[in-house]
């Protein structure tokens, strides 16, 4: 009779305190060098990892982001920044609508570069704005303990969810289609 053991998965819950997650939007146009390219914060987000280390492929992320957390983060006039942050909420993101970002991944690989230390691809599907795609997201990933961390940046397009980028100054100044996010992920293991 055989005992093979069967690899468990060990579960880290996101503790987004600890983790840094931005957004950076680009100005193009005519007027570009007059306008701003703001960086934007996720402050409200969770998620949990299930990693297996025998079997890394075997392993899955589901994080939400709350889109009404997103903030502008720049040193900026306190009018432009309620602005910028107004039409991000109400004509970008639609949160009132649409008040979860979701990213779901249950295909991983990675190769182990140290110990305790991988290069990942998350080959997962991204819901924002009521539409889901598939979206890869490389990461750094550093196991320590009972913490996980992941570091990484990924572009995202938002004609590919169905939004349009934002334009000022009749159309002379206006955000590029890609955006790209940062982040700095760290997560505890669930007890």
């Given at each position: 009779m055989?005992?093979?053991r069967t690899p468990q998965a060990i579960r880290y819950l996101?503790?987004?305190?600890?983790?840094?997650?931005t957004v950076r939007a680009?100005?193009?146009?005519?007027?570009?060098?007059?306008?701003?390219?703001?960086?934007?914060?996720?402050?409200?987000f969770e998620g949990e990892v299930s990693l297996n280390p025998d079997?890394?492929?075997q392993s899955s992320l589901r994080m939400v982001i709350h889109s009404a957390s997103l903030t502008v983060v720049d040193d900026i006039r306190e009018k432009d920044r309620k602005e910028i942050n107004r039409t991000m909420h109400h004509e970008?993101?639609?949160?009132?609508?649409?008040?979860?970002?979701?990213?779901?991944?249950?295909?991983?690989?990675?190769?182990?570069?140290a110990e305790g230390q991988y290069l990942a691809s998350l080959n997962g599907e991204l819901t924002l704005h009521g539409v889901t795609r598939d979206?890869?997201?490389?990461?750094?990933?550093?196991?320590?303990g009972d913490m996980?961390?992941?570091?990484?940046?990924?572009?995202?397009?938002?004609?590919?969810?169905?939004?349009?980028?934002?334009?000022?100054?009749?159309?002379?100044?206006k955000l590029k289609d890609e955006l790209k996010l940062t982040f700095d992920i760290s997560a505890r293991k669930k007890s």
């Open positions: 055989s005992t093979s996101i503790d987004a305190r600890k983790s840094t997650f680009f100005a193009t146009g005519l007027l570009s060098a007059l306008g701003h390219s703001p960086t934007i914060a996720i402050t409200d079997a890394i492929e970008v993101l639609e949160d009132d609508s649409f008040s979860e970002i979701v990213y779901e991944c249950s295909r991983v690989s990675a190769s182990r570069i979206q890869s997201v490389s990461a750094r990933v550093w196991l320590s996980l961390r992941a570091t990484g940046d990924f572009s995202v397009r938002q004609s590919d969810y169905e939004i349009r980028p934002v334009s000022a100054v009749g159309g002379t100044i």
